[in-house]
């Protein structure tokens, strides 16, 4: 490619220097702000030029001057002269001598300079605004489905307004525990369920009813499932009631229940001042269904368990005084072993299963 008929361009040393700064006070790239001005300023050129992908607009990181170029190849005969230029012109002209090569003829309009410094800093607000954007979004996408901490701003039309730290998100009424009230100015933790991009920053969807939330509290109380050694199975949860764990240890050593409870239920304890007082059962998770739906129905006591993996249901059999135990206040412990494990429990008494 031959660059032919080079125009003296007034430059721009100013712009080359904004761009110097901003890529160190914003830790924006140089290269990204000049591609984004040579890409905006073709755009406008090819409205002059035609919309032909034969233009291309250089800005000199140096000196600043804009410069405006057009490809064309040499061939024998031409048939679109914004692309194509004949071989006898091109070796009267610029001394080219071989079809096939292509000629770069500098076409900067008048005035080029004046009006591409105005572009330049239209471009440069918006890709500042642009990145800034990208930035803040990669930095709170690393915590989706996980916890965040937030102050409480305000409390308005039953829904929290939380300070996440350079941006706000709300805590809508559906996500918010119904036990649950907040001051103004008060640090909460939040599961982020959701980050998304939109024009005017992330957002950031919250929840403190989520049973993920459950799942990340222990997570970070607990030593052994960081380590990998224990691992939370399931969680069911009814928000600010009671919430069920199942909890497996892939060291024999190490009891999985235990370590959920810490010494003198310290982890535990954790978890539930954060989650206001709601009752949280831990249990061992086993891959024999008849074992960890047993485990499941603590703290009642079972006699028997028959399970039918493919219809995936269970019929449980406890002693007559353990029946209300097992089944919960309106049916909620059968309800969270159920959820639990994923079969559908029928827990019967000692005494209705023989009449049955």
Request: overall charge negative.
């Amino acid at each position: 490619m031959k660059a032919k008929n080079s125009k003296e361009t007034k430059g721009n040393p100013e712009l080359i220097e904004a761009l110097n700064a901003i890529e160190k006070e914003k830790d924006i790239s140089k290269d990204i702000l000049i591609e984004a001005i040579e890409n905006s300023l073709l755009a406008a050129c090819k409205d002059q030029f035609g919309k032909s992908d034969n233009i291309r607009v250089f800005l000199d990181d140096v000196t600043g001057e804009f410069h405006v170029y057009q490809d064309k190849e040499v061939v024998e005969e031409v048939e679109d002269e914004n692309l194509q230029m004949s071989l006898t012109e091109a070796e009267a002209r610029y001394g080219v001598k071989e079809l096939g090569e292509v000629v770069s003829i500098e076409v900067t309009p008048k005035n080029f300079g004046r009006i591409s410094a105005q572009k330049a800093k239209q471009v440069v607000v918006q890709k500042i605004r642009e990145e800034e954007r990208k930035v803040l979004f990669d930095q709170y996408y690393t915590k989706e489905r996980d916890i965040i901490t937030g102050t409480v701003q305000r409390y308005n039309g039953g829904s929290y307004t939380v300070n996440l730290g350079k941006v706000d998100t709300i805590l809508t009424e559906a996500e918010q525990v119904r036990t649950e009230r907040f001051q103004s100015h008060e640090k909460i933790k939040l599961y982020v369920t959701e980050v998304r991009d939109t024009t005017r920053g992330p957002r950031i969807t919250v929840s403190r009813t989520h049973p993920e939330f459950v799942k990340r509290l222990f997570e970070a109380e607990v030593a052994e499932i960081q380590s990998g050694v224990v691992e939370i199975k399931s969680v069911s949860r009814e928000p600010g009631s009671r919430s069920k764990i199942a909890v497996y240890s892939s060291n024999p050593d190490v009891d999985p229940v235990g370590a959920c409870v810490g010494v003198n239920g310290i982890r535990v304890n954790t978890v539930v001042d954060e989650l206001r007082g709601e009752k949280i059962d831990i249990v061992e998770w086993n891959e024999d269904p008849t074992i960890f739906i047993e485990h499941a129905l603590s703290p009642s006591r079972v006699l028997s368990v028959t399970v039918n993996p493919e219809e995936r249901t269970a019929a449980v059999i406890v002693p007559d005084y353990q029946l209300s135990l097992a089944i919960g206040r309106e049916g909620q412990n059968a309800r969270l072993a159920a959820r639990l494990t994923g079969y559908k429990i029928d827990i019967k008494s000692e005494t209705q299963s023989l009449e049955g």
